[in-house]
């Protein structure tokens, strides 16, 4: 049973690209949601989805967006890039409406240069 | 965001038990406790959750006060490998949100 897949694990990008980051959840799970880590720091909530729709956001700006696909997997986008947005992104997964624990993947290491 | 309080860090002796203490004043009737772990460099994994009631799992047990005000999570023989980041989260809605999180150092 595969927990939750991210890719790519490691990526670097210059300042002002675009950036895509995708994930599959865990089989079984319908929710996913995305979080920024900076070095040192706890995850920051950045959104959360269901049935293909933003349900949840936490406080990160426009630049920062997603999908979700039919088949639940989900693409965290970030336009513009700042040098500020080097961090780990971390992939959860869960069942909506439910008291279980989420899953999370490795994360994907974005350096912006 | 986060609606717990946790002390910044930790020491524990391997193979003595952790205890380690959540606060969480605010919390709401209907609102769950949860705890993860993260070691370095990878993503956070699930450790136990409760509403009011003790629970205990493979993993750790988890203490909850009557009051619901503050937690314990325990370790009950803490190994070197237990050494990380321990993140106390009380759900608000249907996301998660992090907090500092407590560095436990489990020493030899």
């Given at each position: 049973d595969?927990?939750?897949?991210?890719?790519?694990?490691?990526l670097i990008k210059t300042r002002g690209q675009q950036v895509t980051l995708r994930c599959s959840p865990k089989s079984g799970h319908d929710t996913v949601s995305w979080y920024q880590q900076a070095l040192g720091q706890g995850p920051q909530f950045i959104f959360q989805y269901y049935e293909e729709e933003e349900r949840q956001r936490g406080n990160f700006p426009d630049r920062f967006s997603?999908?979700?696909?039919?088949?639940?997997?989900?693409?965290l986008n970030v336009n513009a890039l700042l040098l500020g947005d080097s961090a780990l992104y971390l992939c959860a997964s869960s069942l909506w409406g439910r008291d279980s624990g989420y899953t999370f993947g490795s994360g994907t290491r974005l350096t912006v240069v | 965001d986060a609606k717990?309080?946790?002390?910044?860090?930790?020491?524990?002796a391997e193979g003595r038990a952790a205890n380690?203490?959540?606060?969480?004043?605010?919390?709401?009737?209907?609102?769950?406790?949860?705890w993860y772990r993260q070691i370095h460099s990878q993503g956070p994994q699930y450790i136990i959750h409760g509403l009011k009631n003790n629970e205990t799992n493979?993993?750790?047990?988890?203490?909850?006060?009557?009051?619901r005000k503050s937690s314990t999570l325990i370790l009950p023989h803490a190994t070197l490998r237990d050494t990380a980041v321990y993140y106390?989260?009380?759900?608000?809605?249907?996301?998660?949100?992090?907090?500092?999180?407590?560095?436990?150092t489990v020493k030899p």
């Open positions: 595969a927990g939750v897949t991210q890719s790519p694990t490691h997603g999908h979700q696909f039919p088949n639940y997997s989900s693409e | 717990t309080t946790q002390p910044t860090s930790m020491d524990c380690l203490p959540c606060n969480h004043s605010t919390i709401s009737g209907n609102e769950y406790v949860y493979e993993m750790a047990s988890l203490i909850i006060t009557e009051d106390c989260i009380v759900r608000v809605g249907h996301d998660m949100r992090f907090g500092a999180g407590t560095r436990l």
